[in-house]
């Protein structure tokens, strides 16, 4: 069964943002990826398992607002390596002002919880939750 709640995944071609779909993977959540070459062979094989793969750019604000459309929750990742900190600081503020504007409710952020894959309580001790969740990342409207 198939959710019609999709999840927009920034850099899904990368580390971090490949393992979040991995993650989301038979979990019934539509799964959206932005990725500046949907042509890679990542994202081809993420496209095989079910991704929908979408272009863009975390510096270009009419394909985040394409790839934003419909989006239920985000989950938002920037590459300060190659970004530097101040344009990847300006990519998150854009993506959660860009999500915020498209309808995702970005009025608070939640750790992640690896074992249930889903939101972990402000008050969890889990290990497997990060307590300190990315700016960018948009908590899902319910």
């Known amino acids: 069964m198939t959710s019609d709640r999709t999840i927009l995944i920034t850099g ?3 580390n971090q943002g490949g393992a979040v779909a991995q993650a989301l993977q038979g ?3 539509h799964l959206r990826g932005l990725t500046r070459r949907p042509e890679g062979e990542r994202a081809a094989a993420l496209a095989r398992q079910g991704v929908d793969v979408v272009k ?3 510096d270009d604000e009419a394909t985040l607002r394409h790839a934003l459309a419909g989006a239920w929750g985000v989950f938002g990742v920037q590459n300060t390596l190659e970004a530097g900190v101040e344009r990847e600081e300006a990519q998150g503020k854009r993506l959660a ?3 915020r504007e ?3 409710n970005t009025s608070s952020t939640h750790p992640w919880d690896r074992r249930t894959s889903g939101p ?3 008050t969890s001790t889990t290990s497997g939750a990060s307590r300190k969740p990315c700016a960018a990342s948009a908590s899902p409207r319910m």
């Open 56 to 58: 863009g750019d975390l």
């Open 97 to 99: 002002t860009l999500a």
């Open 27 to 29: 979990t019934g959540l």
């Open 120 to 122: 972990a309580s402000r």
């Open 102 to 104: 498209a309808g995702v």
């Open 12 to 14: 899904v071609t990368g």
